[in-house]
């Protein structure tokens, strides 16, 4: 399974970085992270790990494995039979405000399984996300 969307905002490229790269945040932007929270100390780097707790989803340790600070990051989960790796990415627009792309993808030999029963809340979440992340600020992105 793979999905992934984009979407633009008026607000600028750092002020929305900050909020993406900001993630022990994200449970106050988006309602269904219960906990994210950092597993070492000092910045973001390739090899950080965070451990998310998300509604309805297995809580696990995510690892980054890329990162370009101010524009981009991904990381990497594993589950029994599952590996998952999320990508965020924040573009500046020519208008000065910013395209926002998230996405997801699960691979490993249980994946088609997992993808058929996650998917669709998956894809919800993840466009939650990118709703909170784009939102002007002051302003809450909608419930699912």
């Known amino acids: 399974m793979r999905y992934e969307t984009t979407a633009a905002t008026q607000e600028p490229p750092e002020r929305v970085w900050a ?28 090899g950080s790990r965070v451990h998310v707790d998300q509604t309805g989803l297995p809580a696990g340790d995510w690892e980054v494995s890329e990162l370009a600070d101010g524009h981009s990051f991904t990381w990497e989960t594993r589950q029994p039979g599952v590996s998952t790796v999320a990508w965020h990415r924040v573009d500046p627009e020519p208008s ?11 691979r490993g030999p249980l994946a088609g399984i997992a993808g058929l029963l996650l998917r669709g809340k998956i894809r919800r979440y993840v466009d939650l996300e990118l709703a909170s992340f784009t939102a002007p600020v002051g302003k809450a992105a909608p419930s699912a």
């Open 19 to 46: 909020q993406v790269a900001d993630v022990e945040g994200w449970p106050e932007l988006v309602w269904t992270y219960r906990a994210v929270r950092r597993l070492g100390p000092g910045p973001m780097i390739v």
């Open 96 to 106: 000065g405000g910013s395209r926002v792309t998230l996405g997801v993808e699960m």
